[in-house]
């Protein structure tokens, strides 16, 4: 059983940047593949970035690529998203995810478990 629990997002300025983690209990977080999705007002939830367990391979959703970063601290159990130049569109709420394989994660049916999501919200 793993618990994930994502740290406070919050209010961010266009053009500002915010880093979001998230702490995994239990040992084996190594073993899992970790992903970010995202859910906006009136839209359904979409892939925002995974990594694998080895934190070797990253894939990022088109809209987000080079302004976020996905990583991933074994040790400490923790997987972050840093988000530079963020866009109003950015605005939503976003979730954690681990699964067993980082392409089942990407696609969303292999998530195993989700954290509870934090709010993110940026204005111009």
């Known amino acids: 059983q793993v618990q994930l629990v994502e740290s406070r997002g919050g209010l961010v300025e266009a053009g500002g940047s915010l880093r979001l983690s998230c702490v995994a209990s239990g040992r084996t977080f190594s073993y899992y593949a970790m992903g970010w999705f995202r859910q906006a007002p009136g839209k359904e939830r979409e892939f925002v970035a995974a990594?694998?367990?080895?934190?070797?391979?990253?894939i990022y959703a088109d809209s987000v690529k080079g302004r976020l970063t996905i990583s991933r601290d074994n040790a400490k159990n923790t997987v972050y998203l840093h988000m530079d130049s963020l866009k109003r569109e950015d605005t939503a709420v976003y979730y954690c995810a681990a699964g067993l394989r980082q392409t089942e994660v990407v696609a969303g049916n292999g998530v195993n478990y989700w954290g509870q999501g934090t709010q993110v919200t940026v204005y111009s």
């Open positions: 990594i694998r367990w080895s934190g070797a391979n990253t």
